[in-house]
């Protein structure tokens, strides 16, 4: 097993997790990226930007969220013992409001006079809108015209929060397009703007910083399981987008050798191009949105096009410390298609009575055939990153017949 310093890089000064990571941008941008940083490692230490974050994460967002011991999936599955980390019952329903709430209120401390991004499944933009009315900065969310269509609840979360959403028309119409049009944006105005980025991913020191405002879920459970179970967890399952809810239950066990990890990606459709978004499984190395990590790309360098039945997965890049993660082979990464992720969907909301995002779906899928494989004494934590009533209506128009729900 390696050291700490190789396990959990910073990352170095030039924000590289071994070859992947940077900063892969137009040279205007490095200054407004060293002020960010500048700013992040100032307020990072400072006690009162802590102590106001801790405070929020308590008694705004409900933290810590609780693990529940799911022992009827588990006996569903016959096997390993699942555990669910509950961010689906923090405000907003997901884990973002962990990271968002970071950023708003360290633009906030630098002056910034609006918060802009992108959002895929609309979970980022309604966190980063509550963020943005919660500490009085102005919001815009550009988001693909697909997304808009399909998760509409979000859509209208966001503007009765007083955010604007700029519809994104361009290419396939979803996150990727969405990601270059906020950059866009906030190239033009990079002074009275900040870029909140909704993931583990962009130039450093985002992957860094929302990593480190994610870190708190992992830390919480560590801790938490402890108390529940006298052992750390066996195994610990998450699924990947850009990778921040993974990352944040992963950071707290890097060290751990005994606890494996599992990031889990979706397969989609099929593994043929634009029918999936298994980025670890399927992408070699390349430059996306200013780092390098494996993406999905064509022999160009153009990203290819990528589909999943969530939203919040369809991203043909993955955060730069999961490519480092793979490399070193710290975690597995691994895939489950719409499906079995829908079938998950399902099982959830009826052995458990809990509706899962169709995100955190692939977790519980991948989890539900690792149970089935270990014995009744292994233990599996799945972070279940966020609940399913964004989804609801998607799911059973396209597949509620095959459930009995119309
Ligand atoms: C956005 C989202 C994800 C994917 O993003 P990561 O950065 O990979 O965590 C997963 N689950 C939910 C509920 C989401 O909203």
Redesign the pocket.
Same mark, same amino acid.
């Given at each position: 097993m390696q050291s700490n310093s190789n396990l959990q890089p910073t990352p170095d000064n030039d924000g590289f997790f071994g070859t992947y990571g940077g900063r892969y941008v137009p040279e205007p941008l490095i200054a407004v990226l060293d002020e960010i940083s500048r700013a992040y490692q100032t307020y990072k230490n400072d006690d009162a930007f802590k102590r106001e974050l801790a405070d929020l994460y308590k008694h705004y967002v409900g933290r810590p969220s609780p693990i529940f011991h799911a022992r009827r999936l588990t006996g569903h599955c016959g096997g390993a013992q699942i555990f669910l980390k509950r961010e689906d019952l923090n405000h907003t329903g @997901? *884990?973002?409001i962990n990271h968002c709430l970071g950023e708003a209120l360290l633009a906030k401390r630098m002056g910034k006079k609006k918060i802009i991004a992108e959002t #895929?499944?609309g979970? *980022?933009g309604v966190a980063l809108a509550t963020a943005a009315a919660l500490v009085g900065l102005e919001c815009d969310i550009y988001m693909g015209e697909v997304d808009i269509e399909k998760e509409h609840p979000n859509v209208v979360r966001m503007g009765i929060l007083g955010a604007r959403v700029v519809p994104v028309a361009a290419g396939q119409r979803t996150l990727k397009e969405a990601v270059d049009a906020a950059l866009m944006a906030y190239v033009q105005d990079p002074i009275t703007q900040f870029y909140g980025i #909704?993931?583990?991913v962009g130039p450093h020191p985002f992957p860094m910083m929302v990593r480190d405002f994610q870190q708190v879920v992992g830390e919480e459970a560590r801790e938490q399981f402890l108390d529940m179970t006298g052992r750390l967890p066996d195994n610990l399952i998450a699924?990947? #987008?850009?990778?921040?809810?993974?990352i944040g239950l992963f950071t707290a066990f890097l060290d751990d050798e005994n606890v494996a990890m599992f990031g889990v990606e979706p397969a989609g459709l099929s593994f043929k191009v634009g029918e999936h978004a298994a980025t670890l499984t399927m992408g070699t190395p390349g430059v996306i949105h200013g780092f390098r990590c494996h993406l999905l790309q064509d022999e160009d360098g153009e990203p290819l096009p990528v589909y999943s039945c969530a939203s919040?997965?369809d991203y043909p890049g993955v955060g730069p410390q999961h490519s480092f993660l793979k490399e070193i082979g710290r975690v597995t990464y691994e895939t489950i298609n719409d499906k079995e992720a829908i079938d998950a969907f399902f099982a959830l909301s009826r052995i458990e009575g809990i509706i899962p @995002?169709l995100?955190?779906s692939h977790a519980v899928a991948f989890a539900m055939k690792v149970a089935a494989l270990l014995e009744s004494d292994k233990t599996i934590l799945v972070n279940l990153?966020?609940r399913g009533d964004k989804d609801i209506d998607h799911v059973v128009r396209v597949y509620g017949h095959l459930y009995g729900v119309e």
């Open positions: @997901a *884990h973002k #895929g499944a979970q *980022h #909704g993931s583990v699924c990947v #987008g850009g990778g921040s809810n993974a919040g997965l @995002a995100e955190s990153s966020g």
